[in-house]
């Protein structure tokens, strides 16, 4: 291929081409065409574009003040914590549970679980239970997205589902 002789286009000619560089991947422009060279092989002068600026080197300067900066607020959470303490009640006695003291929604499932079988079984249990879970990904190694063909991991997240709902509103009920 010949040599393309560059020159210095007005700005009404290289913005419709520039606009075009897409085109370039499809083979709709020359391989010679100076516009494109140009744009493509142009280096950015970052030298230029901040000389004369003030700059900050990051290590000791930036990070000296950010440091200095949460040291501050370190010490005056700590002034406030130490002479304006939070409010507290009367200390709670982990030996006797007052009536009517249930978890939050999120483990009601675990709290009917323990309230029908053995401590252990039940902790036990639902550490498999949430094993299995976190493996599941590992056992069902079926590489198809399909809902039809995924009868394994389909049918065990269901049955988890279902598990906890019912759970859950047994200990609500409770």
């Not at 499809?26 to 004369?52: F, M, N, Y």
């Not at 239970?129 to 990904?137: E, K, M, S, T």
Request: proline letters at 9%.
């Amino acid at each position: 291929m010949g040599t393309v002789e560059t020159e210095e286009l007005p700005a009404e000619e290289t913005a419709p081409r520039l606009a075009a560089v897409p085109e370039r991947a499809k083979g709709r422009i020359p391989a010679g065409d100076p516009v494109w060279k140009q744009s493509c092989t142009q280096e950015l002068d970052h030298e230029a574009e901040w000389a004369g600026q003030p700059t900050m080197r990051f290590f000791p300067d930036h990070f000296l003040s950010e440091a200095t900066a949460m040291l501050v607020l370190l010490s005056l959470y700590a002034v406030l914590a130490i002479f304006m303490p939070a409010g507290l009640d009367i200390k709670a006695n982990p030996l006797a549970t007052p009536t009517g003291i249930k978890p939050e929604w999120y483990f009601l499932f675990l709290y009917a679980v323990l309230h029908y079988v053995p401590v252990v079984v039940g902790v036990m249990g639902s550490l498999v239970g949430f094993v299995f879970l976190a493996a599941i990904p590992w056992i069902d190694r079926n590489p198809s997205r399909k809902p039809r063909t995924r009868i394994f991991a389909i049918s065990a997240s269901i049955l988890l589902m279902v598990g906890i709902v019912v759970l859950t509103i047994i200990g609500l009920v409770d």
